[in-house]
């Protein structure tokens, strides 16, 4: 047999086992994934019952509930000013414009625009995304910032300096936010930072998520927006852009 055709069928031999271990390593990663969904559906089916238990015997009305639009994301563009993805699906799936985009770990950033198929994310690490959030153990709320420099790290900005905060505190979305649902796992504080002549304090905060390894996201979308969500929606309430 001529060497070149063995060398070729080496060649097509261990191009076919990388493809292999790739795709082995992508089932391991969706496996991982679908267990920590499944884990956080149970919880959250469970504390949805406990709220619409405790909404009844308080005679509230019925709140807004969200659904989730599974999602792949097809570029990325990060370690810049303004970082987005872009991800598979758009206004045919129900995806508008500041609807939050998330993993299994937490918030990923919200739709800043979209199409029939397609929709462009703003990551939580650019610097004009604003959210409000809130340390979960004190209900202490801030807003969700990013200084530009690690990828790794937000900031709780406009805490008030009495409010208590502790380091590895939880921080997730607030009723504050105009198009989160509450409690979406933002991160952990990570660090204070307190200057005695002002009336706020900064709270560092290391993400949940890992914004270097994103392969697959969820849209959050309001299962019945109405006419003043919508507005709120349209317009940067609260210091949110």
Do not use: C
């Not at 462009?120 to 690490?125: D, T």
Request: charged letters at 25%; aromatic letters at 8%; zero cysteines.
């Amino acid at each position: 047999m001529p060497v070149l055709k063995i060398k070729k069928q080496t060649e097509e031999q261990l191009s076919f086992f990388a493809r292999y271990l790739d795709a082995i390593k992508t089932a391991e990663e969706l496996r991982y994934e679908n267990m920590l969904l499944s884990e956080e559906v149970y919880r959250l089916r469970t504390y949805r019952i406990e709220n619409l238990q405790l909404r009844k015997d308080l005679g509230l009305k019925d709140e807004i509930g969200f659904s989730s639009v599974p999602a792949d994301v097809i570029h990325s563009s990060i370690y810049s000013s303004d970082n987005t993805i872009t991800i598979t699906a758009g206004s045919e799936q129900g995806v508008i414009e500041n609807n939050l985009v998330r993993n299994s770990a937490g918030v990923i950033g919200r739709v800043i625009l979209t199409d029939n198929h397609y929709s462009i994310v703003q990551l939580m690490i650019s610097n004009n995304f604003r959210m409000g959030a809130k340390v979960e153990r004190t209900n202490t709320e801030g807003l969700i910032t990013w200084d530009g420099k690690a990828n790794s790290h937000v900031y709780l900005s406009n805490v008030v300096q009495t409010s208590p905060v502790e380091k590895g505190d939880p921080v997730v979305t607030s009723q504050n936010s105009t198009f989160a649902p509450e409690g979406i796992p933002v991160g952990y504080v990570d660090s204070v930072f307190v200057d005695p002549k002002q009336l706020f304090k900064t709270i560092r905060v290391r993400t949940s998520v890992d914004f270097s390894r994103m392969n697959h996201v969820f849209v959050t979308i309001p299962n019945k927006p109405d006419s003043v969500l919508l507005k709120l929606n349209s317009v940067f309430l609260r210091g949110e852009k």
